[in-house]
């Protein structure tokens, strides 16, 4: 359910309008190699070891696992230590989707989960942002801090929160929630079975297309990222580009490859 006018999702009563300075992200710089990366994991481990000795902070470990074989929905999963123990911990199936939809599952818990805008599960996201606003309102020294860990590192308490959901297997069966996400790459993946079967047919694809092979000498499987199997080595001019269609097709490209 959506509630466009709810009080909580109005500019200027909204969440982070209210408690701008006290509800902070911290994002994990994309590369190893930057000095920023190595700095956010040295905070990281600083944040944690304060908490260890701190029994009024309390660390949420959040993390999804998705199975690539097998007919399994995808697990999200949450930790919470207090002083350094675990004091509670949930997991649950969110049905079929995608790596990406799996690891946005567990970041809403920490990051959608504060945005009452309307939303997918926006109602989830109302009942947040009404329990911690008093939260905040009773003390200004009580703040909110979200870090983005890097799975590559296995920072233990995250670590261990994939581990948790991983340990949890559970059957898709019927009605099972689906993304878009999910729904697009599996009409994709037909569309390109299918095109893969008729392209082994000469009466398909004609007897003037040159056949391409791998490094392996393998023929070359069809894609339609980056530039297909083969477009993308084409890196010269639109000249020499027509010139390499006209070799492979049989027959030369129209429009601007003829420049």
Known sequence: TFDACAPEARPGNRLLDLFKNRVQFFDAPPSREEEAYSNHMDDL??????AAHDPSVAVCATDASLLLHGNFQAVLAAQIHVGGALVYAMRRPIGHVLAPDA?????????????????????????VVRSLCPWLEASANWAVQIYQVPSKEEWWCHKEAHNFASDLKVSVGTHVLTSLN???????????????????MPSFHGNQFLELTDRLDKPMKLKYTGGGAW?????????????????????????????
């Open 45 to 50: 481990d600083h944040a944690l070891d304060q």
């Open 103 to 127: 690891e946005q599952a567990a970041i809403w818990l920490a990051l959608c989960a504060v945005d009452p805008s309307i939303q997918l599960g926006q109602f989830l996201s109302l009942a």
């Open 182 to 200: 999910y729904l697009h790459a599996q009409g994709t993946k037909k569309c390109l079975d299918r095109w893969t079967t008729l392209f082994g």
């Open 231 to 259: 477009l993308s080595h084409l890196q010269g001019s639109p000249g020499f580009m027509a010139r390499c269609c006209h070799a492979i097709l049989g027959h030369a490209p129209i429009g601007s490859f003829n420049a």
